[in-house]
């Protein structure tokens, strides 16, 4: 069975004190949310701090990125076995404004996720379209692209831990939303494209939506089959909002 999940991505947000403040708060808040994996992505300098808020509760940790190399001389880059070192369960991957602004390729995706792997995270890797890209009605092209060229990759062993978000690129940060038609449609096409490669065993893995979630409409885009919960930007900043998205299920 797959699992319900949602997940706060701070992006370049809060102080370090500020983050452990909102860690605290929705370890407190989250003490009545049942069946649903929690999951707080702040950035790489506030890991240690928010480990250790979230210790002994049920909202996991994660990076927002980790590098494609295993250490070294890579100024500014922080490797998977340091996010791992943290405490951190889980990794994002291939965000949209990773790949927009820091020009990452599927090459690097594909060493990012072994990285994870060798290093027992768990990738939350991002795919999506762009606005010009559903205008003309690519996306279905361009997600299947994106993820023939990395998570098609994987070995069967890999693909069953690896958590999907379908993250359109016109949605996220707009207040523009996809309907709960256009997510389920995406999401159903996702999973018969992985299904393509890995069976059955598509059936298991979890597909989260991203872009613009929010308390308003979190229940009418996880009612849908094949939405298995979110990837949250702006309103995972709020610990009443995202806890309150995690009771939309
Ligand atoms: P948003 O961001 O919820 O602020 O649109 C989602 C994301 O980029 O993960």
Known sequence: MRKKIVAGNWKMNTSVSKGEQLAAEIVEK??????VVLVVAPPFTHLTKVADKLNGSQVALSAQNCAAETSGAYTGEVAASMVADTGAKYCILGHSERRE?????????????????????????????????????????????QLYNTVFNLSDEDFGKVVIAYE????????????????QEIHAFIRKTL????????????????GSCN?????????????????????????DDFIAIAKSF
């Open 215 to 239: 308390p308003a409409n979190a229940k009418s885009l996880f009612a849908n089959a094949d939405v298995d919960g979110g990837l949250i930007g702006g309103a995972s900043l709020k610990s």
């Open 101 to 145: 602004y820091y020009g990452e390729t599927d090459e690097t995706l594909n060493k990012k996720l072994a990285q994870c792997f060798a290093n027992n995270l768990i990738p939350v890797f991002c795919v999506g379209e762009k606005l010009a890209e559903r205008e003309n009605e690519r996306h279905f092209e361009v997600v299947k692209t």
């Open 168 to 183: 359109p690129v016109w949605a996220i940060g707009t207040g523009k939303t996809a309907t709960p038609d256009q997510a």
């Open 195 to 210: 299904a393509e490669k890995f069976g059955a065993k598509a059936d298991d893995t979890s597909i989260l939506y991203g």
């Open 30 to 35: 989250s003490k009545d949310v049942e069946g």
